[in-house]
C-alpha cells in the first residue's frame, strides 16, 4: 500500500530557513511527481512547488527565488529548501505523489510550518 512519508517543519522567525522532505513508499511501483502544497485557513491548497520526470520542476508564484525543490537522496523522494520564510508562509504542508499504482494520486499527512516572531 502507497505511504506518502513527510518529515521536517516546525517554526522558524522571519528569514529563517527550513527543509522538508517527502517521499512515497509501500511497494514495487513508480513515482511520477511528487509536489508540496500548503493548506490554508479554509483548507485550501496552493501549489508550493513540484518536481516530476525529467526532472522538470515547477514553483508557485509566491515562492519563486526562496524555495527550491530537488532530488532526496533516496529514490523516489524529494527535498524542499525553503528560505527567508515569511509570516505568510505559515500553513500545514502536504505532500502529493502520482504514482503507479491505483488510484495514481496519494497525499500524505501534512507537516505544519510556523513563521512567527
Known amino acids: 500500500q502507497v505511504q506518502v512519508v513527510e518529515s521536517g517543519g516546525g517554526s522558524v522567525q522571519p528569514g529563517g530557513s527550513l527543509r522538508l522532505s517527502c517521499g512515497a513508499t509501500?511497494?514495487?511501483?513508480?513515482?511520477?511527481?511528487l509536489a508540496w502544497y500548503r493548506q490554508g485557513p479554509q483548507n485550501q491548497r496552493e501549489l508550493i512547488a513540484s518536481f516530476s520526470s525529467g526532472d522538470r520542476k515547477n514553483y508557485g508564484d509566491s515562492v519563486k527565488g526562496r524555495f527550491t525543490i530537488s532530488r532526496g537522496n533516496a529514490k523516489g523522494t524529494v527535498d524542499l529548501q525553503m528560505n527567508d520564510l515569511k509570516p505568510e508562509d505559515t500553513g500545514v504542508y502536504l505532500c502529493r505523489a502520482i504514482v503507479s499504482t491505483s488510484p495514481g494520486i496519494f497525499w500524505g499527512q501534512g507537516t505544519q510550518v510556523t513563521v512567527s516572531s
Open positions: 509501500g511497494g514495487n511501483f513508480s513515482v511520477y511527481a
